[in-house]
């Protein structure tokens, strides 16, 4: 119990300064973004080419491929935060190829830093030079960043990971209703679960859970969109296979949406729990990655069996919350109805 108290304690302590990170700190958003991108260039790679293509068929081109790709998450950090964040490319890429040999949460805060100075060092030194001086000062300071961070990462949010983690293992069931739950609302929201779970190293029985999560619970976003008249066919559709596109649509009616999408990510957790679904692959919890990276590290059978049940989840807790809010709003006044969209 206390390590399930734990767990869940961390989870929502690193949830907490993750969103204050994005929403308060200078482009905090895009490096979060970028960090996102970074995990599907390397981890989501990995996961499908080296442990579907490589292992399972046998094929050494893929295992390669996918390992390479793996090892290169701290690179495609430091390239795709700053790149996110609006600098120049070339300053992205000297900042990811310094820090070759670095895990993506060090690349990320040697690329958030990298983000903030480099338009400094642009903007700063004469037109002509600044390209090939920019480019000398940023390789070390971002090779210093990673090797002074990566020691503190390690003790802390990598620690964090490894505590929810243990907490899934040891108490799968209720990790898997709370876990699903709480990472698909994350999922659904202008944060990024990807990101999220990327920095924790989240790994094993939690990621099986927020893999499996996110995928029914789109399928509760896009019953919940659908009931409740938010948006077309066209929104639907992209808030199933992204939430972050109809980020407009979701914060204009934020309680109906996220209180299903608790429920329908801890449904699809339980599934994910009860059939033993392990993600070595971090930073895969997103509909399309969390589809596919599981079945690189369980039995096909036992992904598809989690997947519809996840599914079956997800259905049945949009049938419920887009009941219960269609009541809840049919007896307020027409002016304090949701938001529709044209």
């Not at 979060?32 to 399972?56: D, P, R, T």
């Not at 070339?90 to 338009?119: D, R, T």
Request: hydrophobic share 55%.
């Amino acid at each position: 119990m206390l390590t399930l108290l734990s767990g869940i304690g961390l989870l929502l302590f690193t949830l907490t300064l993750f969103s204050l990170f994005s929403m308060k700190m200078p482009k905090g958003q895009q490096a979060m973004s970028g960090m996102a991108n970074a995990a599907i260039a390397s981890f989501l790679i990995e996961a499908v080419h080296k442990y579907i293509l490589g292992n399972i068929l046998n094929i050494g081109f893929f295992q390669v491929l996918g390992a390479t790709s793996g090892s290169l998450g701290g690179v495609a950090a430091a390239i795709m935060v700053p790149i996110a964040m609006g600098v120049n490319p070339v300053f992205a890429v000297v900042a990811g190829v310094a820090v070759g040999g670095y895990g993506i949460l060090p690349g990320f805060v040697a690329g958030y830093v990298v983000g903030l100075i480099a338009p400094i060092i642009e903007k700063k030194l004469p037109i002509g030079i600044n390209i090939i001086f920019g480019a000398l000062l940023i390789a070390p300071l971002a090779r210093i960043i990673a090797i002074g961070v990566d020691p503190v990462v390690n003790a802390t949010l990598l620690k964090i990971g490894e505590t929810i983690t243990l907490a899934a293992d040891q108490s799968p069931i209720i990790m898997g209703f709370l876990l699903g739950g709480i990472i698909k609302m994350i999922c659904t929201s202008p944060l990024s679960s990807m990101a999220l779970t990327a920095m924790l190293g989240l790994n094993g029985l939690a990621m099986g859970i927020a893999s499996i999560a996110c995928v029914g619970g789109s399928f509760t976003n896009g019953l919940i969109f659908k009931r409740l008249n938010l948006g077309d066919k066209s929104n639907i559709m992209a808030v199933m296979l992204e939430p972050l596109t109809q980020a407009e649509i979701i914060t204009k009616n934020p309680m109906p949406i996220y209180c299903s999408n608790f429920l329908g990510g801890g449904l699809a957790g339980i599934a994910a729990a009860a059939f033993k679904i392990i993600n070595n692959a971090p930073g895969t919890a997103s509909p399309i990655p969390g589809l596919l990276a599981p079945f690189a590290f369980n039995n096909p059978i036992n992904v598809i069996l989690a997947i519809l049940l996840g599914i079956a989840g997800g259905v049945i807790a949009g049938m419920i919350g887009s009941t219960v809010f269609k009541y809840i709003y049919s007896k307020q006044p027409k002016n304090s109805c949701i938001v529709e969209t044209e």
